[in-house]
C-alpha cells in the first residue's frame, strides 16, 4: 500500500499515578503487545511511537486502512471417504456447506501419505476502525502487569485506575470501551496546571494539545529538562548537582511538566556525616545534593515540582520545612550514637535476631570467627593484617544497632567505617567495615584490600552455609533473603581479586560447611548456586559454553579469566576441534562402561597412548600451553589407539584395563575445561 492509505492510530490510555518504577516498562509492553496484535490481525503498521508519563500511557502507529487478504487452507476429508461409488459423501456434503464453496472448487493434498480434499476459504477482511478497538481492549485487558487493582463494581482491573481513553485514526474517534471507559477524543492536561479536559481534533494534533496541557510525553525530553534547568540553577549558586542516575530516573517518571528549583538547608547541619545528609535528600525526599566547586556539600539541594504552577517560592519553602525536620532527626540520632564507641555495641548483637532458625547476629560473628580461624594457614596476610580482620570482625555488624542505620538502613556498614574512624581504628578496619557489602549490585566495584576482600568472603560464605543449611534457599520466584546476592558478592571477589590464593570456593564452603553444621549435598547446591551466578554476571563478557566448561573444573578463580583467555584464543583451530571431537567420544565411551582398571602396565599402542596421557597430566599446574603442547602429541595416539584397538573386547580383563586406559585419557583431555559443555 502506499504511505497515503495509511492512517495514525492513537491511543492513550489515562490513569491515576503510576509508581515511577513501573511506568516505562508498562507502556513497552503496551507497545510490544499491540504491535504483536497488529501483525497477527493482518494490519500492516509502521513508525511506532510509545510514550508515557505517570498519568498517560501512549501508543501512535501508521496502520493500513484495512486487513490484508489472506486464504486459510482447510482441510477436508480424506479423498477415501469422501466420495461412495463415486458419488459425493455425507462427509463431503456437510465439509462443503461449512465452507460455503462447491467440489469444483477444492484441491487435494497430500498429508502423512493420505490424500485430502482442502478448500481455499478466503479469510474475512475488515477495516482498521473496526478491527483496532478490538485489539486493543484485549491487549489493555491481558497486559502484563507487576499489580493490579480493581476500582469500580465491575471485574477490571489494571495497575492504577484508569479514568479515560482516547483512541482516534486520523481524525476519526474509534468506538468502543476497555477497562470499563468509553473511548473519546478527550485528554487531559498535567494535575497542576491544567486538570481540565483538552479535546483532541485528530492524532496529529494530539502532541501539540499535550503542550497546551503542559505535559511532556517524551520521557527523555523529561529528563534533559530536569538536567539542563538543575545544572543551571546549581551553576548560578556556585555549585553542581550531585546527579544520581536511579534517583533521577525516578523523578523523571514522576512527574508530567518538571519544574527543577533549588532549596537550602542551615550550614549547621553539614556537621554531619554527608552520608546522612545524602541519604536524607535522596531517599526521603527525592532530592539532588549539591556540591561546591570544591567536591564537598553545600547547604543546597535540588528538588522537582511536577508542573509550572504558582508561588514557587512557597513550595520552596515548604520542602525546606521537610527536609529541615528530617536533618534534625539525622543530627540529634548521630549525636546519640556518638556517646558511646561503636564497639560498645557488639553486646546488643547477641540479642538481635538474624533468624528464628540461625541465631543471632553475636552466632553470626562468632561463626565467621571460627572459620577464621580453621583457615588462618590459607590466607596471605601480615600479622598486622591478621589482627586487623580480627578487630574488624568484632565491629564489623555493631552499626546495626545505632540509631542512625535504625532511621536509615540504607547506611549500615558505612555509618559502622564512619564510627570507626571517629573512633581511631585503622584505616584497614574502616576499609573492611565499609565494603562488607561490596559488590552489592551489578557493576559495583570489588574490596581493594585483602582484609576487606577477606571479611566479604568469610561472611558471605557463612551467611549462605548457613541459610542453606537451614533449608532456607533463593528460588526461581523468591530471594526474601537477598541470597542470589551475596552468592554473585562471594563468586566477584574470588575471581576478580587474589585473596583466595591457590584454594577454591568449593574449598571455602566445606570449611564453612564445618563450621555450620551443613551436609556435603548442601555444599554443593550452594557452590552450583555461586557458580550460576558468577556465569550469569560474565557471560555479558565471555562465551557462556566457555563458562561452563571453564567451571566444570575445581580450581582457584584467581586464574579464571587466565583459563577463559586460553579458550578464546585457540577456538576455531584445528586442534580445538580436535580435542572437542575426542573427549566427547572417549567420554561417551566411559559413560556406558562397566568395572575400569588402570594396568600397571601396557604394550604397543597402548603404552603409546599412556605414556603421552601422562605427559598431558604432568606438564606443570597452570602451564596451559605446555599442557596445549602435550595434547597435541597425544590426540595421534588416540586415533592410532581407536584404529588399532577393540576397547569393548569380550575378555572382561581386557576390556577392563582399556577402559581405565581411556578414563586416564579423559582425565588428560579435561585437566582443565570439561569439553562436553562446547
Wanted: glycine share 6%.
Amino acid at each position: 500500500m502506499s504511505n497515503e492509505k495509511f492512517q495514525t492510530f492513537l491511543m492513550e490510555v489515562g490513569v491515576e499515578e503510576i509508581p515511577s518504577q513501573y511506568v516505562a516498562g508498562l507502556a513497552q509492553g503496551l507497545s510490544e503487545a499491540m504491535q504483536r496484535a497488529l501483525s497477527e490481525d493482518r494490519l500492516a503498521y509502521r513508525n511506532v511511537l510509545a510514550q508515557y508519563t505517570p498519568r498517560r500511557l501512549i501508543f501512535q502507529a501508521d496502520v493500513a486502512p484495512g486487513q490484508a487478504a489472506e486464504v486459510e487452507m482447510v482441510r477436508g476429508p480424506a479423498v477415501s471417504v469422501a466420495y461412495r461409488e463415486g458419488a459425493p459423501s455425507p462427509a463431503l456434503e456437510g465439509f462443503l456447506r461449512r465452507v460455503d464453496l462447491t467440489e469444483d472448487q477444492l484441491v487435494r493434498q497430500v498429508v502423512g501419505g493420505k490424500e485430502y480434499l482442502v478448500a481455499p476459504v478466503q479469510k474475512p477482511v475488515e477495516s482498521a476502525s473496526v478491527r483496532l478497538p478490538q485489539l486493543a481492549a484485549h491487549v489493555l485487558d491481558t497486559l502484563p502487569q507487576p499489580r493490579s487493582m480493581r476500582w469500580n463494581a465491575g471485574d477490571d482491573r489494571f495497575i492504577r485506575p484508569v479514568r479515560w481513553l482516547l483512541m482516534l485514526l486520523d481524525d476519526e474517534v474509534l468506538p468502543g470501551s476497555a477497562l470499563g471507559v468509553t473511548a473519546s477524543a478527550i485528554t487531559y492536561g498535567n494535575r497542576t496546571d491544567h486538570p481540565e479536559a483538552l479535546s483532541v481534533s485528530r492524532a496529529a494534533a494530539y502532541w501539540s494539545v499535550l503542550q497546551e496541557g503542559m505535559v511532556m510525553a517524551d520521557a527523555e525530553e523529561r529528563r534533559r529538562a530536569i538536567v539542563e534547568a538543575g545544572d543551571r540553577l546549581a551553576r548560578d549558586a556556585g555549585g553542581r548537582v550531585d546527579w544520581d542516575a536511579e534517583l533521577l530516573d525516578e523523578v523523571t517518571n514522576l512527574v508530567e511538566w518538571p519544574t527543577p528549583f533549588l532549596g537550602r538547608f542551615d550550614e549547621d547541619f553539614l556537621e554531619v556525616p554527608e552520608p546522612i545528609l545524602i541519604t536524607s535528600m535522596r531517599v526521603h525526599q527525592r532530592y539532588f545534593p549539591v556540591r561546591g566547586q570544591d567536591g564537598r556539600l553545600m547547604a543546597a539541594f535540588l528538588a522537582v515540582r511536577n508542573g509550572a504552577g504558582e508561588a514557587l517560592h512557597q513550595v520552596r519553602r515548604g520542602n525546606q520545612k521537610v527536609l529541615r525536620a528530617r536533618l534534625s532527626d539525622a543530627r540529634y540520632f548521630f549525636q546519640l550514637d556518638r556517646r558511646h564507641a561503636l564497639l560498645d555495641h557488639r553486646e546488643a548483637l547477641e540479642s538481635v535476631t538474624l533468624h528464628a532458625k540461625l541465631g543471632t547476629y553475636g552466632d553470626k560473628i562468632e561463626r565467621v570467627k571460627r572459620l577464621f580461624e580453621t583457615t588462618r594457614e590459607w590466607w596471605p596476610l601480615s600479622a598486622a593484617e591478621a589482627s586487623q580482620l580480627e578487630r574488624s570482625l568484632e565491629l564489623y555488624k555493631c552499626d546495626l544497632v545505632t540509631q542512625v542505620v535504625s532511621e536509615f538502613p540504607e547506611l549500615q556498614g558505612e555509618m559502622g567505617a564512619i564510627y570507626a574512624a571517629l573512633d581511631h581504628e585503622s584505616a584497614a578496619v574502616v576499609e573492611a567495615i565499609r565494603d562488607q557489602y561490596r559488590p552489592g549490585f551489578p557493576g559495583d566495584r570489588v574490596p581493594q584490600a585483602p582484609v576487606a576482600q577477606l571479611l566479604g568472603l568469610l561472611d558471605r560464605a557463612d551467611t549462605l552455609m548457613a541459610f542453606y543449611g537451614a533449608n532456607i534457599r533463593a528460588t526461581g520466584s523468591e530471594d526474601p533473603f537477598g541470597l542470589r546476592r551475596v552468592a554473585l558478592g562471594l563468586a566477584r571477589i574470588a575471581a576478580e581479586t587474589p585473596i583466595l590464593g591457590e584454594r577454591t570456593v568449593r574449598e571455602l564452603l566445606a570449611e564453612a560447611a564445618s563450621v555450620t553444621g551443613a551436609s556435603p549435598a548442601v555444599t554443593e547446591a550452594v557452590y552450583q548456586l555461586v557458580t550460576a551466578r558468577l556465569i550469569s554476571q560474565w557471560e555479558e563478557k565471555w562465551s557462556f559454553a566457555f563458562l561452563n566448561a571453564t567451571l566444570a573444573r575445581d580450581f582457584s578463580w584467581s586464574r579464571l579469566e587466565d583459563r577463559l583467555r586460553f579458550l578464546e584464543e585457540h577456538h576455531g583451530s584445528r586442534q580445538f576441534d580436535d580435542v572437542v571431537t575426542a573427549y566427547k567420544r572417549v567420554e561417551r565411551i566411559g559413560r556406558e562402561s562397566g568395572d575400569v582398571t588402570l594396568a600397571d602396565t601396557y604394550t604397543g599402542v597402548e603404552a603409546d597412548l599412556k605414556s603421552a596421557a601422562d605427559a598431558a597430566l604432568a606438564a606443570p599446574g597452570g602451564d596451559l600451553a605446555g599442557w596445549w603442547e602435550a595434547l597435541d602429541r597425544l590426540l595421534p595416539a588416540i586415533a592410532q589407539f581407536f584404529e588399532d584397538v577393540l576397547v569393548m573386547d569380550p575378555d572382561l580383563a581386557v576390556r577392563s584395563q582399556r577402559l581405565g586406559l581411556l578414563a586416564r585419557v579423559q582425565s588428560a583431555l579435561g585437566r582443565y575445561y570439561a569439553w562436553d559443555q562446547i
